[in-house]
T-cell receptor
Framework: GENVEQHPSTLSVQEGDSAVIKCTYS??????FPWYKQELGKRPQLIID?????GEKKDQRIAVTLNKTAKHFSLHITETQPEDSAVYFC?????????????FGTGTRLKVLA | ETGVTQSPTHLIKTRGQQVTLRCSSQ?????VSWYQQALGQGPQFIFQ???????GRGNFPPRFSGLQFPNYSSELNVNALELDDSALYLC?????????????FGPGTRLLVL
């Protein structure tokens, strides 16, 4: 079935260092890959997304890369700050009969140590 | 913050009861999806509604049902509650169409079944 694997499950970095979170998807029809940040007790918030016709996208300190052949995509956060501490979820999506269903990874708890 | 709202924020029910959760979509969004997020897990797709009709469903039993109204607000109904139904229930709205893959989440309803 459709599956998204996410690693690592927890990640601790020193403030100012970079953090990388990796996801692998199983459905080759997936063509849209959003990343969400979820702080404790709050809603998932979209931080960046990428479509399958693009290999890389950057927004300030955040970047996402996509390797369609390997079915891998990764989130890169540079110059991490304590406020980056949260749970990050990747997701893969494609349209099936007009339905855009997201398959989420299991999440990565990022801790940025001051 | 997104324009997606949910009510109530918290709810406690007992096993066997029924519950209705509500979602108000972001203005201009005609598609709503519902997700169940168990503690420490990624959101799991329940179903999606488009123009008042169910437009796709995940691996959830029929006791999970929904409605979408002409103003695009939505309800999630769960009958015969089980302990494992305890979770955060998220709705997400999107504008639909070819650009409709980006989903914006509401703050969620935390349901506890005793």
């Amino acid at each position: 079935g459709e599956n998204v694997e996410q690693h690592p499950s927890t990640l601790s970095v020193q403030e100012g260092d970079s953090a990388v979170i990796k996801c692998t998807y199983s459905d080759s029809a997936s063509n849209y890959f959003p990343w969400y940040k979820q702080e404790l007790g709050k809603r998932p918030q979209l931080i960046i997304d990428i479509r399958s016709n693009v290999g890389e996208k950057k927004d300030q300190r955040i970047a996402v890369t996509l390797n369609k052949t390997a079915k891998h995509f990764s989130l890169h956060i540079t110059e991490t700050q304590p406020e980056d501490s949260a749970v990050y979820f990747c997701a893969a999506s494609h349209a099936t009969s007009g339905t855009y269903k997201y398959i989420f990874g299991t999440g990565t708890r990022l801790k940025v140590l001051a | 913050e997104t324009g997606v709202t949910q009510s109530p924020t918290h709810l406690i029910k007992t096993r066997g009861q029924q519950v209705t959760l509500r979602c108000s979509s972001q203005s201009g969004h005609n598609t709503v999806s519902w997700y169940q997020q168990a503690l420490g897990q990624g959101p799991q797709f329940i179903f999606q509604y488009y123009r008042e009709e169910e437009n796709g469903r995940g691996n959830f039993p029929p006791r999970f049902s929904g409605l979408q109204f002409p103003n695009y607000s939505s309800e999630l109904n769960v009958n015969a509650l089980e302990l494992d139904d305890s979770a955060l229930y998220l709705c997400a709205s999107t504008s639909g169409g070819s650009g409709g893959q980006t989903q914006y989440f509401g703050p969620g309803t935390r349901l506890l079944v005793l």
